[in-house]
């Protein structure tokens, strides 16, 4: 949003409209609402209207994006032009941010589907299987590095003492049961 990189910003729209359901809405809000750029929490407001059936984002609604209701355009010139010309991207209208239909194009070929994203993305994967929670960021924390300490595995989750200390109690609980079954298995043999 601060740069004017389209390319990047029409990335990550279609990453958010096909992924959307995998964020961790928790630490998307807690960095939006810190972040200082008027322009990047009027996009994440805008976001939020966009994706309103999913009410994990109502709180990035309320995220003070343009410090009113002014609207914020996306384009630094010409993009009334281009509104009155070719109308509103439909994901962003009536929201604060003005975006120009065509201008962020959405192809779906431009990012990996859930499918592919979790193969190759254990955060992802522990995202779909255990919920877009702090759990499962904290579980791909200790899957990457067993044997941090708590405090580490929280402050690298970005989560709560008290998240990271029961996680990390039901990990070391499945991690102590893998190591016994193998154990037994080869005693069988």
């Given at each position: 949003?601060d ?23 928790d630490r ?11 322009r ?13 059936a ?13 410090g009113?209701s ?5 384009l630094?010139?010409g ?5 009155a ?13 003005r975006?120009?239909a ?9 990012v ?7 193969r ?8 779909v ?9 904290v ?22 003492f ?5 996680v ?8 102590g ?8 298995s080869?005693?069988?043999t």
């Amino acid at each position: 949003m601060d740069g004017g990189d389209l390319r990047v910003l029409d990335v990550l729209v279609t990453w958010l409209g096909i992924h959307s359901e995998y964020i961790n809405a928790d630490r998307l809000v807690r960095t939006v609402v810190a972040h200082s750029s008027t322009r990047v929490r009027a996009f994440w407001q805008a976001f939020a209207r966009w994706k309103q059936a999913d009410r994990r984002f109502a709180r990035l609604a309320r995220a003070d994006g343009g410090g009113g209701s002014a609207a914020i355009d996306l384009l630094p010139t010409g993009n009334a032009f281009q509104i009155a010309r070719r109308g509103e991207d439909e994901r962003f209208a009536g929201s604060i941010l003005r975006v120009p239909a065509g201008t962020l194009r959405g192809r779906a070929g431009d990012v990996l589907g859930p499918a592919d994203l979790a193969r190759h993305h254990a955060g992802y994967r522990n995202r779909v299987l255990m919920g877009p929670t702090w759990r499962a960021d904290v579980w791909t924390v200790l899957q990457a590095t067993p044997g941090l300490p708590v405090w580490e595995v929280a402050r690298r989750a970005g989560c709560a003492f008290a998240t990271a200390w029961t996680v990390a109690r039901d990990f070391r609980v499945l991690d102590g049961v893998g190591t016994e079954d193998a154990r037994s298995s080869s005693r069988k043999t």
